[in-house]
């Protein structure tokens, strides 16, 4: 049972446009929410992370927007560059559970 | 820079074999973790370990095991390995933090083919 939710699976964007991945999670419980980042022969990169106390955080051109009462939050990439393709991942995190649980992945294309 | 590394980037190996991963960290890390990583299922955990000689399991555990004799080094073991299990393995780490919500450093990944 996957307790982090992510979609779409793959998302192809023109240069200069917004990629955007959305995640839903389950567990209440989770208090930390990271997004990673991998490239092609790379392990996965922390990118950005946002605690639920806070409804968005802005690090550059990437943007996470968090809703608590709809369990959901997403990654938005301004002005994608074609640098920015990889794939991303983002994660729940809880004290309780002492590990993090991840999506199943987006694979962003972004065209010249 | 934090940096973890792991002993094979390819590996080929037959059913039945037992196998053996290893992982290498060199910034005196606590936590150590084993995920596999498929296409459609994210990064699965497999086993992580806050201690040396200490280990737990993670949501697929079954068919792995792990050694964690010495603080940067974390192993993962394939008893008798399956074709189930051709994967791509990634080994991370990071500080232990007591309040949560820690950045998780990953090595470059194995990818294991069971033939």
């Known amino acids: 049972q996957q307790q982090v939710k992510q979609s779409p699976q793959s998302l192809i964007v023109q240069k200069g446009g917004i990629s955007i991945i959305n995640c839903a999670y389950e567990?209440?419980?989770?208090?930390?929410f990271p997004w990673y980042q991998q490239f092609p022969g790379k392990g996965p990169a922390l990118l950005i992370a946002?605690?639920?106390?806070?409804s968005e955080k802005k690090e550059g051109r990437f943007t996470i927007s968090f809703n608590k009462s709809a369990k959901q939050f997403s990654l938005h990439i301004m002005d994608s560059q074609p640098g920015d393709s990889a794939t991303y991942f983002c994660?729940?995190?809880?004290?309780?559970?002492?590990?993090?649980?991840f999506g199943a992945g987006t694979q962003v294309v972004v065209t010249p | 820079d934090v940096k973890v590394t792991q002993s094979s980037r390819y590996l080929v190996k037959r059913t039945g074999e037992k196998v053996f991963l290893e992982c290498v960290q060199d910034?005196?890390?606590?936590?150590m973790f084993w995920y596999r990583q498929d296409p459609g299922l994210g990064l699965r955990l497999i086993y992580f370990?806050?201690?040396?000689?200490?280990?737990e399991k993670g949501d697929i555990p079954e068919g792995y095991s792990v050694s964690r004799e010495k603080k940067e080094r974390f192993s993962l073991i394939l008893e008798s390995a399956s074709t189930n299990q051709t994967s791509m393995y990634l080994c991370?780490?990071?500080?232990?933090?007591?309040?949560?919500?820690?950045?998780?450093?990953f090595g470059p990944g194995t990818r294991l083919t069971v033939t």
């Open positions: 991370a780490s990071s500080l232990w933090a007591g309040g949560g919500g820690y950045e998780q450093y």
């Open positions: 567990n209440t419980a989770f208090d930390y």
């Open positions: 946002i605690r639920p106390d806070v």
């Open positions: 994660a729940g995190w809880a004290d309780s559970w002492g590990k993090l649980q």
């Open positions: 910034m005196d890390h606590e936590n």
């Open positions: 370990s806050y201690d040396v000689k200490m280990k």
